[in-house]
Structure formats: C-alpha cells, structure tokens
C-alpha cells in the first residue's frame, strides 16, 4: 500500500491563480480531510468528506473547493490564490467516522507559497 | 468550542533526559485524545491515544494518560534520545454525542531537540 499520496510536494502561485491539490489514498478509507499548517498554529481542518458525493466543511473553508466522486480521490481546489493561502497542506484519511475508532493516517503534504 | 492547548517551544534536552509535554483540552462529550509526531519534512505519524478517561496510551518508550478530573493528556518519556527530535502535537477528536465524524482538533505543536 502506497498510504496517502499528495502531488504536488512543492508549488509557487500567483495572486489570482487557481490550482489543484491532489490526494489519493488506497486504504479504501471512507473519510478523507484537508489540513492546512501554519507556523505557531497547528493544523487546521479545511474540508473533509465521509464517502464519496458527500463533503462538509471544517475550521477554515474560505477560498477552497472540495469535490469526492471516488472513493479514493479528494482534491482541493484553490479557485484564486491568495497570499493568505501559502502553508503546508496535508491531506489525511481514516477508515471511518465516529470518533477515536480509526487511526487517521496523514500524507507527506505539499508546500505552497503564494506571491 | 472544543480547544487544546500544549505547552510552547521550543524544548531542548540533552540525550537520556526525562520529557515532559503537557496538553490540556476543554470539549464537550467524551472526546478520544492523541499524540501526534512530525518529523522533519514529513507528515504526522500516530504516537498514542486513549479513547476513555483513566486510559494510559503508549508507544515507543512513549506515555501519556487521559485524565478527565484535570482534563490533561501529558505526554511522557523517561530517557529520550537524540532520533526523537521532532514536533508534537496533541490533539482531540470530538466526542462521540457531539455528533461529529470524528475530526481532529490540534494544539500548536512542541518542537523538540534531543542533543547527543
């Protein structure tokens, strides 16, 4: 099993562009989420899905789209770039819901910087 | 809201001291608690957890134990070592009567340096 899965490790933007972030995992795991992490921070919920066709939104969802047709894929969206937006973005994933059951399992993230 | 709160770092330890990283959290329900590590330029790997009051999770020469009296979850290690430099987080997933799906909630994270 690869895990979870993120592309792209690194990215530069412009104010004003749009991206993806891609996640993937090969768990067969029902929930999937995003997390940004800031510096002093932590980690903080973006999106987060239950199965596929279903999202809901976390802690800090402006400016970012989410969408899960598989099982297996949940992308973010960044419609367009702001500064604010630059961090590290991990994508995780955990069997199911409920709370304390499963182990959420992270993916290695992805950098990006907003200019 | 439900919230957590760990001790500020950076920690700096010579190899085989003993470690002490507390967490507290204020939630509603009964919420499972964890620890989680970051190593650098890595993800967050599971450390521990204790899903109930009084539970003692522990790994790795690693402990912490869940006590609902001082809602405290500190994370303990007797002799570290210079590979357990790394960031930790605590964290809390809300509790089951809440309703939620489980979703993390996260402290700042420690920052840890274990020197030989």
């Known amino acids: 099993n690869a895990g979870v899965t993120q592309t792209p490790k690194f990215q530069v933007l412009k104010t004003g562009q749009s991206m993806t972030l891609q996640c993937a995992q090969d768990m067969n795991h029902e929930y999937m989420s995003w997390y940004r992490q800031d510096p002093g921070m932590g980690l903080r919920l973006i999106h987060y899905s239950v199965g596929a066709g279903i999202t809901d939104q976390g802690e800090v969802p402006n400016g970012y789209n989410v969408s899960r047709s598989t099982t297996e894929d949940f992308p973010l969206r960044l419609l367009s770039a702001a500064p604010s937006q630059t961090s590290v973005y991990f994508c995780?994933?955990?069997?199911?819901?409920?709370?304390?059951?499963?182990?959420?399992?992270f993916g290695p993230g992805t950098r990006l910087t907003v200019l | 809201g439900n919230s957590v709160t760990q001790m500020e770092g950076p920690v700096t330890l010579s190899e085989e001291a003993f470690l002490t990283i507390n967490c507290t959290y204020t939630?509603?329900?009964?919420?499972?608690l964890f620890w989680y590590v970051q190593y650098p330029g890595e993800g967050l790997q599971l450390l521990l957890k204790?899903?109930?009051?009084?539970d003692k999770g522990s790994n790795k020469g690693f402990e912490a134990t869940y006590r609902k009296e001082t809602t405290s979850f500190h994370l303990e290690k007797g002799s570290v070592q210079v590979s357990d430099s790394a960031v930790y987080f605590c964290a809390l997933s809300e509790g089951r009567y809440g309703g939620s799906q489980g979703n993390l909630i996260f402290g700042k994270g420690t920052k840890l340096s274990v020197k030989p």
């Open positions: 204790a899903t109930k009051a009084d």
């Open positions: 995780a994933s955990k069997q199911g819901g409920g709370q304390g059951l499963w182990e959420q399992f």
């Open positions: 939630a509603t329900g009964y919420p499972s």
